[in-house]
C-alpha cells in the first residue's frame, strides 16, 4: 500500500490505499518508515510524498486507533510520530504532491515536507478533536511553525476543513496548481540540475531559518 520507485534521481513515495482514501494503517507506516530509512543510503536530489486514485490521505485508519487496546493504539501512534519525523529529517528537499482529502495524519506528513504543492481539488484539515483523539504535540508545534498558533486554532479548535487556494492564503500550502504533477516536476528540474551537495546545503539553510 506504500509504492516507492526512484527515477533521474527524485524518490517518489505512494500512499496507495484508494478504497480508504490513502488512510493509513500500522503496515503502512511502518513500510512507510522503512522506504524512508532507506533513502539515507541512496543517491537522491528530492522527495515526493503524494497519494493514489485522486486522494493525499484521509489520515489515520480510525478503526485502528478505536481498538479497546491502550498499548496498541499507542503503540500505532509513535510509529507514526516516528514516521513523520524521519520524513522530517531527511537530508534532501521533500515535496508533499497534493490533490484530493489530506487529513489528520496525512497533514502531518504534508506538514513534514518541506514544500506543499495542491490543487484547488484539495481539502486540508485535522479533525482530532471531533473524534476524540489528541493531535501529538510535535505535530502540533510544527503546525504553528508554518501558519502561526491563531490559524492552527482555526484548524485544531474551529474543525475547519480549506480548500487548495483557502491553504496557500493560510500559509498551510505554498502553491496551488490545477496541474499538480506538473508543478512539482517544474521544481525538480531545477533540482536534478544541481549537484547534490549544494542541494543538500540549501535544504539545510532553508530548514534553519523556518
Not at 533513502?39 to 503524494?50: S, Y
Amino acid at each position: 500500500m506504500i509504492g516507492f520507485e526512484i527515477t533521474d534521481g527524485v524518490a517518489r513515495l505512494t500512499l496507495d490505499r484508494p478504497a480508504k482514501r490513502n488512510a493509513l494503517t500500522a503496515e503502512m507506516w511502518v513500510t512507510l518508515r522503512g522506504h524512508l530509512d532507506s533513502l539515507e543510503t541512496r543517491d537522491v536530489v528530492a522527495v515526493v510524498l503524494r497519494g493514489a486514485a485522486g486522494s493525499f490521505s484521509a489520515g489515520a485508519d480510525l478503526g485502528e486507533l478505536r481498538i479497546p487496546d491502550p498499548e496498541y493504539v499507542g503503540g500505532v501512534q509513535e510509529l507514526a510520530e516516528a514516521t513523520v519525523l524521519r520524513l522530517r529529517d531527511l537530508a534532501p528537499p521533500t515535496v508533499a504532491e497534493i490533490d484530493g482529502p489530506c487529513f489528520g495524519a496525512g497533514a502531518s506528513l504534508a506538514l513534514a515536507c518541506d514544500l506543499r504543492i495542491c490543487t484547488p481539488r484539495s481539502r486540508f484539515g485535522i479533525p482530532s478533536l471531533r473524534h476524540g483523539i489528541v493531535y501529538e504535540p510535535v505535530h502540533v508545534q510544527r503546525l504553528v511553525q508554518v501558519v502561526g498558533p491563531g490559524v492552527a486554532a482555526l484548524l485544531l479548535y474551529g474543525g475547519e476543513t480549506w480548500s487548495g487556494e483557502e491553504a496557500v492564503r493560510h500559509g498551510l500550502a505554498d502553491r496551488c496548481a490545477d496541474d499538480v504533477t506538473g508543478a512539482v516536476e517544474r521544481i525538480l528540474a531545477g533540482l536534478r540540475d544541481a549537484p547534490r551537495a549544494a542541494v543538500v546545503a540549501t535544504a539545510a539553510a532553508l530548514r534553519a531559518g523556518a
